[in-house]
């Protein structure tokens, strides 16, 4: 046993093969080829966090009425790791993602993970994990943290017992096919998040409830759906799974601000900086969803685009919706996405300088 941070490793005794491993990431896709190790960490009220590991992946043994299966006290994170040009890997604003789970843990009436902490179980984990980095412009290690109540209890109230694990997912792009953009679907009948609400915390329950959304947008021939506001029904909000940025014809960028109802993405932040770095004129305002037709079909919007850790920048190409549907300049990257796009990328990937300190060496 060596020890990585606070982590004690415990290497599997049963990796996967470098062969076969060899052919898992060949096309891994997004979040279906899983490493051989994983992270955990508990915490309970008496002792505070305790046992941290790396252990080989297994099923974890939990009672049936551990209170997540009922009162759903579960939050999650998603960041990337990155093959260095010259051999390592880098995280891309670990900080930040451990800090967002400490606010959607207060949201959630959950004890909040100390930062260092939750960097100690990240690097230990890419640090096992590196041989699982897949080559390719699109390829990360996919890291996925979550915690939650574990406590074998049906009273409700937050639980006294949480189990804090990272796995590791090697990853190629989030979207399939060629297409160069994807299509939105305007959901009108569902809301993802109402002032007061969980929006901002990243907790399982806020993507339970938009799976209905998202497969009336598959149904609907769509990638992804779009959320308008729960009061008025008529502000973008943001994507199933992704943030949202328009692009005006004179160079304007706009993105929907944030105020409770929106996941404040680390990929939107980022972006927000590279736009101000670069001296464009960059707002955050609320946006209706009868102005984005307009403005797409007079040509004053000339792009939009998706954005996260998962989509990175994707392109979108077209928005429909039970009243129709409109398309956005060429249906492809325009300048300005693929401008940023490139930014973006080049500093996760260790190809151009890190001037805001974003990138994490590990190993
Ligand atoms: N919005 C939602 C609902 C998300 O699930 C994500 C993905 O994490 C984002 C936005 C983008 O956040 P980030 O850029 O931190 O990945
Ligand atoms: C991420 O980008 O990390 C997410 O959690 C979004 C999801 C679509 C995978």
């Known amino acids: 046993m060596n020890f990585a941070g606070s982590f004690a490793v415990e290497p599997s005794s049963s990796p996967v093969s470098a062969e076969e491993r060899g052919r898992m990431l060949e096309d891994p896709g997004f979040g279906r080829v899983f490493t051989d190790h994983m ?18 992946r297994r099923p974890i043994a939990m009672q049936t009425t551990s209170s997540v299966l009922h009162y759903a006290q579960e939050i999650f994170e998603g960041l990337k790791a990155y093959r260095r040009p010259g051999g390592g890997a880098a995280l891309f604003r670990p900080r930040d993602n451990a800090r967002r789970l ?6 959630m ?10 960097l100690d179980s990240v690097r230990a984990l890419v640090r096992t994990e590196r041989d699982w980095i897949p080559d390719g412009p699109e390829g990360a290690l996919y890291l996925r943290p979550f915690m939650f109540a574990s406590e074998s209890f049906l009273g409700v109230r937050p639980a006294g017992e949480y ?13 399939k096919g060629d297409a160069p953009a994807v299509t939105l679907w305007v959901t009108r009948d569902y809301v993802r998040a109402a002032p007061g609400g969980t929006g901002a915390a990243k907790c399982g329950g806020n993507y339970a409830a938009s799976l209905v959304a998202q497969a009336e947008a598959i149904r609907n021939g769509c990638d992804q759906v779009v959320f308008l506001d729960a009061i008025e029904r008529r502000w973008v909000e943001e994507l199933g799974g992704m943030n949202i940025f328009f692009v005006f014809d004179d160079g304007t960028i706009l993105t929907p601000p944030l105020g409770g109802t929106i996941l404040p993405g680390i990929t939107r932040d980022s972006l927000l900086q590279l736009a101000r770095d670069r001296g464009l004129n960059v707002v955050e305002e609320p946006y209706s969803i009868d102005q984005w037709r307009a403005d797409a079909q007079s040509g004053r919007l000339s792009e939009a685009f998706a954005c996260g850790t998962a989509a990175v920048v994707t392109p979108i190409g077209a928005v429909k919706s039970a009243d ?3 398309t956005i300049g060429g249906q492809a990257a325009g300048p300005l996405t693929s401008r940023l796009r490139t930014a973006l990328v080049e500093i996760q990937r260790g190809d151009a300088p890190d001037p805001h300190g974003w990138i994490e060496q590990v190993c």
Not at 102 to 107: G, I, M
Not at 166 to 172: F, Q, R, Y
């Open 163 to 175: 189990l804090y694990a990272v796995v590791a997912s090697a990853v190629g792009a989030y979207f």
């Open 102 to 107: 400490q606010s959607s843990a207060r949201r």
């Open 109 to 118: 009436a959950m004890p909040e993970l100390p930062e260092e902490l939750f």
């Open 324 to 326: 129709g549907g409109f």
């Open 39 to 56: 992270a955990t960490l508990r915490y309970s009220e008496g002792q505070g966090w305790h046992g941290a590991a790396i252990t080989a």
